[in-house]
Nanobody, 120 residues
Framework: QVQVVESGGGLVQAGGSLRLSCAAS????????MGWYRQAPGSQRELVAS???????KYADSVKGRFTISRDNAENTVSLEMNSLKPEDTAVYYC??????????????WGQGAQVTVSS
């Protein structure tokens, strides 16, 4: 099993910055991918950014150039630095860890979510 715990988030004015952090704890599994998703009221959960254990990162087009994801493989932590925030970035942000035994199968583990609110 994997426990995923997020921290950070909060309220910020448009143009400001916030940082989200996530820690995944496991004594048995390898974590191959960590990422951030978000869900705004009335909308589906969407990928914001992800990073694999080689450091390869992917971003949603809406956040490219503004958000940066980083990962510490040794600590199983991932962070999301969010700059130039816009009101449309307002959502609950969820951390996901993809983990399992080497070679698979792989399972998704989610954090409890962190609220990010950007005021105009």
């Amino acid at each position: 099993q994997v426990q995923v715990v997020e921290s950070g988030g909060g309220l910020v004015q448009a143009g400001g910055s916030l940082r989200l952090s996530c820690a995944a704890s496991t004594s048995r599994f390898s974590i191959v991918l960590m990422g951030w998703y978000r869900q705004a009221p009335g909308s589906q959960r969407e990928l914001v950014a992800s990073i694999d254990d080689s450091g390869s990162a992917k971003y949603a087009d809406s956040v490219k150039g503004r958000f940066t994801i980083s990962r510490d493989n040794a600590e199983n932590t991932v962070s999301l630095e969010m700059n130039s925030l816009k009101p449309e970035d307002t959502a609950v942000y969820y951390c996901k860890a993809v983990a399992g035994f080497s070679g698979g199968p792989w399972y998704n583990y989610w954090g409890q979510g962190a609220q990010v609110t950007v005021s105009s």
